[in-house]
């Protein structure tokens, strides 16, 4: 049965709430932050800001996004994971629940998954023809990123790799927002971008925590299935310690500006969430706060992030 606040066909008869809401789009606004980033990256260094440039990048950034949240959903029904996750806490962890609630039919999703990644390619073609060839490399990358995270024959997280793949994605959004404004390739984004992509990519590795039970019984081997929750812990600790350690090494180098500095509040939520986790690895429900705060944990370090680079370079 479904849980209060889960899709049902009743409450999204109208089509096109349907198919907007399967994207969930609540948890693109990592990748509208990401973009924000690349922006102050290319503003920082000097580089005019096109404004048809830069709509077409959050356009391109946020379908590609809703993509791959899509074809997640599917392939984790294929897996038969989500069927299984009776310790789901939704909407963090447990897919959307289209699937398994008959909102919308396996076929459905598919199809609409991948048309979302296929709908990115002309923008991304006509801004590479605008002046940014580079950017089709990059492009080409993040979608990669996107779809190997879940897809066979890759299945990146299933393999216990998915947190590479989601720092590459992320790392991509940035700098493909940043090369469209630039025109060129640079460190700068790299730079400004890292830590937020590892912050991100924690996001989807405590969401494995609860998933932990029903991922091990499909035979699902994500990091934290293979590592165990006890020991997994410090995976999580490690991914927000080296966040913290690039952006002190960026700013040391004056790869960016001092006041990059304060993107280090944002680590007050990861050491929270890392708390609650340590006492509540094996425990979906008491681990449910630790979700909502590892995401606050990678937007506030983007928001900051763009703010102090855009602000002092």
Not at 184 to 208: D, E, H, K, T
Request: some cysteine; hydrophobic content about 55%.
């Amino acid at each position: 049965m479904p849980l209060p606040g889960e899709p049902t066909p009743a409450a999204l008869a109208d089509p096109v709430r349907r198919y907007g809401m399967a994207t969930r789009p609540a948890f693109l606004t990592v990748t509208f932050v990401g973009v924000l980033i690349g922006w102050a990256s290319a503003w920082s260094d000097g580089a005019p800001i096109s404004a048809l440039g830069a709509a077409l990048t959050m356009i391109f950034a946020l379908v590609a996004h809703a993509g791959a949240n899509v074809i997640n959903d599917d392939y984790d029904s294929v897996s038969g994971c989500d069927e299984a996750n009776h310790e789901r806490l939704f909407p963090f962890i447990g897919g959307s629940r289209f699937i398994q609630n008959g909102v919308l039919t396996p076929h459905q999703v598919k199809v609409f998954g991948y048309g979302l990644l296929l709908a990115v390619i002309p923008p991304g073609l006509w801004l590479a023809a605008a002046g940014a060839p580079g950017l089709l490399v990059i492009g080409a990358a993040g979608l990669f990123a996107g779809w190997a995270y879940s897809a066979p024959p890759l299945a990146l997280q299933a393999r216990g790799v998915g947190e590479f793949g989601i720092t590459l994605g992320w790392l991509t959004i940035v700098a493909g927002s940043d090369f469209v404004q630039r025109g060129a390739f640079s460190f700068r984004p790299v730079a400004a971008g890292l830590g937020f992509a590892l912050l991100v990519a924690n996001v989807l590795y405590i969401n494995q925590f609860p998933d932990l039970r029903a991922d091990a019984s499909v035979g699902k081997r994500t990091l934290v299935v293979r590592l165990g929750a006890a020991n997994a812990r410090w995976g999580y600790a490690a991914i927000g310690t080296l966040a913290c350690l690039w952006t002190l090494a960026m700013v040391s180098s004056g790869r960016l500006p001092a006041a990059s500095l304060a993107t280090l509040a944002a680590a007050l939520a990861t050491l929270a969430a890392t708390r609650i986790l340590w006492g509540a690895a094996d425990r979906p429900a008491a681990l449910a706060p630790a979700l909502p705060l590892t995401i606050v944990a990678a937007s506030a370090y983007g928001l900051l992030m763009a703010a102090t680079l855009a602000l002092f370079g």
